[in-house]
């Protein structure tokens, strides 16, 4: 899976939770704050910068995580070239006119995507599920069963996600071939979404089983065994976002 916590040492893995956070924040409101392609190719720039430098992430776990949203972003690209209106046209195809206009606005808004995406990929890939989840509760004091609802779905896609891969290595073992024709494919890929429907229903009903057992929720407020220090690193990185933003935000 593309989306996971990735061990590591890195400044970006060192840093605490709730400060990656506030970086992401800062991050998602300068993307939304420009509709410029220089700004945005600048920013995405930076993001990637950070994640090679800062994360020590490899440029082919960046590729992969930012192809299928670059394949998906292609086509509204192409929209917004053709449908936004604008007054210095640079090509004309038929009916449609391309402009300067339309062309830098398609570009900006097609790499505030992709960065969100992969703003979103370093956090998931630097932070570890459990500790962001603890981070939440006694940095932010949310509640803890709304955080123990966010680690149990931060856990169930990878488990998910093998037990898919263990079905479909099963099926191959039990001398099932890849299926031929339309209709074929449709039942074999119903079997298929049918037997990972019921393993996420039978580990939900053991999850659900386990905190009945252990009494969870019982009480409002609970004790925990490890608690997530926010470095001075951490407060200075974010601090520092916050003024790159602002600055940002006034000059730019």
Excluded: C
């Amino acid at each position: 899976m593309i989306f996971q916590y990735q061990i590591g040492e890195s400044f970006f893995h060192r840093i605490d939770p709730v400060s990656k956070l506030v970086w992401v924040i800062v991050m998602s409101i300068l993307l939304l704050s420009y509709e410029r392609a220089d700004v945005q190719l600048g920013l995405f720039g930076a993001v990637g910068i950070i994640g090679l430098v800062g994360a020590k992430l490899w440029i082919r776990a960046i590729w992969r995580a930012i192809r299928i949203p670059l394949y998906i972003g292609i086509p509204y690209f192409i929209l917004q070239l053709l449908f936004v209106s604008g007054e210095t046209v640079i090509w004309k195809i038929g009916t449609f006119e391309i402009t300067a206009e339309a062309l830098d606005f398609a570009i900006a808004i097609s790499i505030r995507f992709l960065t969100l995406i992969l703003v979103s990929f370093l956090f998931v890939a630097t932070t570890e599920p459990r500790m962001f989840v603890l981070a939440l509760s006694q940095h932010l004091k949310l509640p803890y069963r709304f955080t123990f609802a966010i680690l149990i779905a931060l856990r169930f896609v990878p488990l998910l996600e093998k037990e898919a891969e263990t079905i479909r290595l099963a099926q191959r073992l039990r001398g099932l071939r890849e299926p031929k024709g339309l209709r074929n494919r449709y039942i074999a890929w119903k079997r298929f979404v049918l037997a990972v429907f019921i393993q996420a229903v039978r580990r939900a009903q053991q999850t659900a089983n386990a905190m009945d057992t252990k009494g969870f929720g019982v009480y409002t407020d609970r004790t925990y065994l490890n608690l997530v220090p926010v470095l001075a690193s951490g407060v200075y990185f974010a601090i520092g976002s916050g003024l790159v933003m602002i600055g940002l935000l006034i000059f730019v």
